[in-house]
């Protein structure tokens, strides 16, 4: 994901930080699309406009900004920076283990920040493709069990092989213009009722 398509979304009390940082990133080619110094108001947009990224302070009207990532995070709606200072790290440490959250120390350097942005936006770039690709594999794993244990009944049933059971799917799936899985869904209704 480039830079211009990252879709970022500010949270502080500050308001002029607020402006500096917004100013900052739109400077460096991402996509500020949202801001708030509430901690709900915060909430709100993010379920509204579905960021790429929060970056947030740990200082929010409201709700802090642990109790504010904390949501954020259990519902995955998208990777979180907290700006945070040294005392306020451990408020953090049940969120450490996330690889879409990242505390980082305030002050910071701009060239820390961008480059937390961009590795933050593609680990979680690629752990939704990676669970996507997982869906997949479970998807494909369920559709070969379900054929398998109508071949499988089909041998039992009516003496054929395993590979004239599979032609047998096969050729029906083709003549009714209907998937193999919903042929052997058929055949395991038909004999377990």
Known sequence: MDAMSTRVI??????????????????NGLNVIGEATSGHDLLRKVHT????????DYKLKGMNGH??????????????????????IEHF???????????????????MLIGTV??????????????????????KTN???VIEKAKQLLNENMNLTEEEAHRRIQKQSMDKGISKIKIAEAIILMYEG
């Open 10 to 27: 500010i949270g502080s009390s500050n308001e002029k930080i607020i402006k500096q940082l917004g100013l900052f990133l739109i400077e």
């Open 49 to 56: 406009v579905y960021p790429d990224l929060a970056i947030v």
């Open 67 to 88: 109790e504010l990532s904390e949501i954020i995070i259990g519902e995955r709606l998208c990777p979180v920076i907290a700006l945070i200072s040294h005392g306020e």
């Open 93 to 111: 440490i049940n969120l450490s283990q996330e690889p879409t959250f990242v505390p980082l120390i305030k002050p910071c350097s701009k060239q």
């Open 118 to 139: 961009d590795l933050l936006v593609k680990t979680s770039k690629s752990i939704e493709m990676l669970e996507k690709q997982l869906d997949q594999l479970k998807t």
């Open 143 to 145: 559709t070969d069990a």
